[in-house]
């Protein structure tokens, strides 16, 4: 009698969505009612051989009427993947599962043999529909090992900042060994050392807009015109490139977003039509007691007051119009509407100021139908003006 795996995940998984094992018995043992798959799972970070010597879950599967049993890791494994993407910019972990089965033969349970399944990557992010179980993850996207669905062609801002995530590891596609930019000032390579086998270096963040540290033009910006970026392997490209247009500023207060896509990476977008803050204050009075009630005679100052605020605080908001988008945004922006993780770009402090969407809805809008196309969002700051932990 012996188990085996029948369904296996993809090499490297989106955690938030399904993560399948399927095993089955190849001689059936099914005629106790206590018959039970189980699957004693190990996940880690570090290197590819770290793994504990103690399974950190035991998961006990009854068979179903095929007679096999399917498990799904996703919710157990998306839960030790707890990093914001602004701490942890390769947030990738490790798991394999040992499968055995077993059944309660008088007081003790017998069990049969184990079968343990290879090692399998997982990252902070999300299938969509209808994307097939098990899909690898080089699939997902035309820009892969770029880890963002685009679009193909961007505008930029010469003060935007903001970096792309490329994935060296092995996932069963060709492996990067080079990071190219391109653009109307000429070609700059920067070699990838090694095929990534550690968690924290499975993922590495390029610069992606002309403001961020490392960005290879910064000396010539006033020249630059446009530039793209594409992996490479050896002389071969890898994926489709993204090419990124100069923009020029516009009169109104450019804004920008980064938001966490569903690859765990950050993707961004100006908007850089008119915005406007708001500031919302919110309080809550009581009536103190006023006057020298334990003085030797009674009396009031002209300064007491009948009514003081015991809480007074405020929140802070932001409406942004984008600019003149194309059609193949309208993916994009819905990754931007359910994104758990977003900043607004403080340009005047050189930082990031962590905000949520405000807005629910979205009417898509199509060239053919709407010839121009325009999005507004509102957004909270998470931040209040006070500085109150």
């Not at 033969?105 to 990557?121: E, L």
């Not at 035309?142 to 010469?158: A, E, I, K, R």
């Not at 590891?169 to 550690?198: C, H, K, M, Q, W």
């Not at 247009?245 to 765990?264: D, S």
């Amino acid at each position: 009698m012996a188990i085996s795996i029948t369904q296996t995940p993809a090499s490297c998984s989106l955690a938030q969505s399904p993560i399948i094992f399927t095993v089955a018995e190849n001689t059936p043992v099914f005629t106790s009612s206590s018959f039970q798959y189980v699957g004693e799972l190990y996940y880690w970070q570090g290197g590819l051989f770290q793994s504990s010597s103690v399974a950190d879950y035991t998961i006990l599967k009854f068979p179903n009427t095929a007679n096999v049993g399917i498990f799904d890791l996703n919710r157990i494994i998306n839960s030790t993947l707890t990093d914001l993407r602004i701490d942890n910019g390769s947030n990738v972990m490790y798991y394999a599962v040992d499968f055995y089965w077993q059944y309660l033969s008088g007081s003790t349970y017998a069990t049969g043999s184990h079968v343990r399944s290879q090692t399998y990557r997982a990252l902070d992010g999300y299938g969509i529909f209808p994307e097939p179980i098990g899909q690898q993850i080089s699939a997902k996207t035309p820009f892969w090992p770029m880890m963002t669905d685009g679009p193909v062609t961007q505008s930029v801002l010469l003060t935007d900042v903001g970096t792309m995530g490329v994935f060296i590891g092995n996932v069963g596609a060709t492996v990067p060994d080079r990071f190219v930019y391109n653009s109307n000032l000429g070609s700059v390579t920067d070699t990838i050392t090694e095929n990534a086998t550690t968690t924290s270096l499975c993922i590495l963040n390029y610069a992606q807009n002309p403001a961020n540290a490392g960005f290879p033009y910064a000396s010539s910006l006033s020249s630059l015109e446009w530039y793209s970026l594409q992996a490479f392997s050896g002389s071969t490209p890898i994926g489709s490139s993204i090419r990124f247009e100069i923009a020029c500023a516009t009169k109104y207060p450019n804004q920008q977003i980064a938001f966490k896509n569903r690859y765990g990476q950050f993707d961004y977008i100006d908007m850089n039509e008119i915005s406007r803050e708001s500031f919302q204050t919110e309080k809550r009075t009581y009536s103190p007691q006023i006057g020298t009630w334990e003085a030797s005679s009674f009396s009031y100052q002209s300064t007491d007051s009948s009514v003081l605020n015991y809480v007074s605080d405020s929140k802070q908001s932001l409406s942004a119009n984008t600019n003149w988008l194309t059609e193949d945004w309208n993916d994009i922006l819905k990754q931007l509407l359910v994104s758990d993780e977003l900043y607004w770009v403080d340009r005047k402090n050189g930082v990031l100021r962590p905000v949520t969407i405000a807005t629910q809805n979205i009417t898509f809008k199509t060239g053919v139908v709407d010839k121009l196309i325009q999005y507004q969002f509102e957004f909270n700051f998470g931040q209040s003006y006070k500085l109150i932990l």
